[in-house]
């Protein structure tokens, strides 16, 4: 395949003669127009979309910035493959490609997203795993790139787009469901990060703790990271404690997998000697013995917003989405399992 600067060599004209030539400027006589065109087939010539993106403004593509922390992979494997359906069924109808920005591991997450907006390579961005303090909302609104945030930040601007999960919900719904089960004391796995959710998941836990009169115990706050072996190192700690929880909500469902392994390599059995409840369902919850208390969202329907609120910020298409809030924090379900009985003893 050959690009307009070998193009040009193989014709011996100019790239200038060749660019006007193939976007149809009429100071191009009819000739080399008809020449350029023919070698151009000939050659397998295919455009240079990111340059032509730089000097039409406009590339009809749509950025998903993941980081590694976000992965497509393990632990998100129902979740985001699921979400990017709900904003290609939207992005689509409009003529809008989604492409995936993925942040090399090694990367600051803010230099990544300075040198692809520097780049120009989409129209606008969507943006994940927000921290509390994200210098990335100031940067893009100064920067004039439209984007929308899956999550919030204390960093976020009056103006700027969000949509976020109601983690502080779900963790105070847990925390009142253990309550009414007799549980008194009740443990958080939070993430070891400075993620926003982390935040709001602690916000949600102590609120529950509050209405059910209970006080906040340190040690019973576990940062861990949110995977398999954060949730195994969770068990670890549970064990050591001096007066050991009864239930625990874990702030990621995967937790739970490394967290039923140390549990029975103590000989506790999770539901009976320790209740549990998690963040979100996934595949891996319904497969566990007993199966998992979580939490259910449509991630399909969470795309299509992510999708709805962006277009209401570009000017080409936010005539049809003018009633399309500006926030939104998603609802969740709550789904029902085995690991979260009633108290044998009330203690």
């Not at 803010?110 to 994200?134: G, H, N, P, Q, S």
């Not at 999770?270 to 013995?289: Q, T």
Request: contains cysteine; charged residues 25%.
């Amino acid at each position: 395949m050959k690009g307009i600067r070998q193009l040009a060599e193989h014709l011996q004209i100019s790239t200038g003669t060749v660019s006007r030539a193939l976007n149809g400027k009429s100071d191009v006589n009819a000739e080399t127009r008809r020449r350029v065109l023919a070698a151009a087939e000939d050659l397998g010539y295919v455009p240079n979309q990111a340059g032509r993106s730089l000097r039409q403004g406009a590339s009809k593509t749509i950025g998903l910035v993941l980081n590694h922390g976000s992965s497509v992979g393990a632990g998100n494997e129902n979740f985001f493959p699921l979400v990017i359906a709900g904003l290609q069924n939207v992005l689509s109808r409009h003529g809008l490609d989604l492409v995936l920005l993925l942040c090399p591991r090694e990367e600051n997450y803010d230099a990544f997203l300075r040198r692809m907006v520097a780049r120009r390579l989409v129209d606008a961005m969507i943006i994940t795993a927000t921290r509390v303090k994200d210098p990335r909302f100031a940067f893009l609104t100064t920067a004039g790139m439209p984007f929308v945030s899956l999550g919030r930040s204390d960093s976020a601007l009056p103006g700027n787009n969000w949509v976020d999960l109601d983690f502080e919900g779900i963790a105070e719904r847990a925390v009142l469901r253990l309550f009414e089960r007799g549980h008194r004391r009740i443990a958080i796995a939070a993430p070891a990060s400075d993620v926003n959710l982390g935040k709001l998941f602690l916000e949600g836990y102590r609120a529950g703790l509050a209405k059910c009169g209970l006080q906040e115990e340190p040690d019973y706050i576990f940062y861990e990271q949110a995977l398999e072996e954060g949730g195994y190192r969770v068990g670890e700690k549970l064990l050591a404690s001096k007066k050991r929880p009864t239930a625990i909500v874990l702030n990621a469902e995967l937790m739970s997998v490394g967290l039923y392994r140390r549990l029975g390599e103590a000989g506790l059995v999770p539901g009976r000697d320790l209740a549990v409840i998690a963040e979100r369902e996934s595949p891996v919850g319904r497969f566990l013995l007993p199966r998992l208390t979580c939490f259910r969202l449509d991630l399909d329907a969470l795309g299509r917003m992510l999708a709805e609120m962006l277009l209401s910020n570009l000017p080409a298409f936010a005539e049809g989405y003018q009633d399309v809030p500006r926030n939104r924090i998603w609802p969740l379900e709550l789904v029902e399992g085995e690991s979260d009985p009633p108290l044998a003893a009330p203690d």
